[in-house]
């Protein structure tokens, strides 16, 4: 890539390098046309051309030798008078050798051009021709150095940025897993065996769901949730009658793209603080809407509604700071108890930010009893 790269700065520095002082040629010919033979002002500033060319190709080296990334835009300044007034006088030089060795032998064409050599060869003229090359060529590279900076920045950021992500991501499988091998290990002790093997299997196929799933990206929301049905399996056969849960959905919405596991830790928030504290039936209910420009998730309760412990775990926090990384302020994540005495959590994220070209299909629409 990096090699590749190069070859490719190379190829439009020397493309614009001949074009220009081609053309610096050409331009050089304009106030004489009709004075003279353009064969012959076309051999007289083409080597005024060619010596600035080959001097300027010399500067380039001593650029890039010299100028480095970091170097200030002052140092640069500087650094371009000086090679210039330095580069002229080996232009002059170089140049006036060449034509009068080329023309002593021809009286007529020495005499000819022996007027125009005046105004080419002062070395005032000719530093500041290569004071214009110079800083044309150092600030593309140090604009190309700006770019590349700023890639290696957004880069950077964008690298710590999946890290959180990740960080966040596996934070929530050892936190879910850690309460699953729990609740296993009470029904073990309580000699629910075959209770204990179905939440196994439940398990199973919960974590086969949660690692198809990008590790810090997002997910159909219809995928989203059948990871909540897999979860609330595993739970079920814990609580048996004592766990309902409702899924309510807008079809327009189960193709929006969210977060993954991101309603998993709101259901498993519910039943540790609602379902596992008391002993009658308790209902959780999830739904998704279209509102206003906006998809909004909710994760609702009608347990003992708010609690000392309740809104301060890991799941909670967890989604707050994956919303926040991955949609800023494009999103509301809300917490709080119900009017009815219930517990409910809602995200609202901006559906311009979820929607994706390709229709997910229509998996959920159900109802768990």
Not at 4 to 16: G, I, M, P, Q
């Amino acid at each position: 890539m990096l090699a590749t790269s190069r070859h490719h700065h190379a190829r439009v520095f020397w493309a614009l390098q001949l074009g220009g002082w081609t053309a610096y040629a050409i331009a050089l010919m304009v106030p004489w046309l009709g004075r003279f033979p353009i064969s012959v002002m076309w051999s007289n500033k083409l080597v005024i051309a060619a010596t600035g060319l080959v001097t300027s190709s010399v500067l380039r080296l001593v650029y890039r030798r010299v100028a480095h990334e970091g170097v200030g835009l002052s140092p640069l300044c500087v650094m371009a008078v000086a090679a210039s007034v330095v580069g002229a006088v080996v232009w002059n030089g170089a140049a006036s050798a060449i034509l009068g060795r080329s023309l002593q032998n021809d009286s007529v064409l020495l005499g000819a051009l022996g007027r125009t050599f005046p105004r080419f060869d002062g070395v005032l003229y000719h530093a500041l021709v290569l004071l214009t090359w110079s800083l044309l060529y150092l600030g593309a590279r140090h604009y190309r150095a700006l770019v590349a900076e700023r890639e290696r920045s957004l880069k950077a950021e964008s690298l710590a940025r999946e890290a959180r992500l990740l960080a966040l991501r596996y934070q929530i499988g050892p936190h879910f897993l850690f309460n699953a091998l729990n609740a296993i290990s009470t029904l073990v002790v309580t000699d629910r065996k075959a209770d204990a093997t179905a939440t196994i299997a439940r398990l199973a196929d919960l974590l086969r769901v949660s690692l198809e799933t990008p590790d810090r990206g997002t997910i159909p929301l219809a995928s989203e949730l059948e990871i909540v049905q897999a979860y609330v399996a595993v739970e079920r056969v814990r609580f048996a009658g004592r766990l309902q849960v409702v899924i309510d959905t807008d079809e327009a919405t189960l193709d929006a793209r969210v977060p993954a596991m991101i309603l998993q830790p709101l259901v498993e928030n519910a039943v540790r603080h609602a379902v596992a504290v008391r002993a009658e039936t308790t209902c959780i209910r999830v739904t998704s809407r279209a509102r206003r420009g906006d998809i909004v998730l909710s994760v609702s309760d009608d347990g003992p509604g708010i609690s000392e412990s309740r809104g301060f775990g890991v799941g909670l926090a967890n989604i707050r700071a994956r919303l926040d990384e991955l949609y800023g302020k494009d999103q509301s994540f809300v917490t709080g108890p119900t009017p009815d005495g219930g517990y409910r959590a809602e995200i609202s994220i901006s559906l311009a930010r979820t929607l994706t070209v390709a229709a997910v299909p229509n998996v959920l629409e159900a109802q768990l009893v």
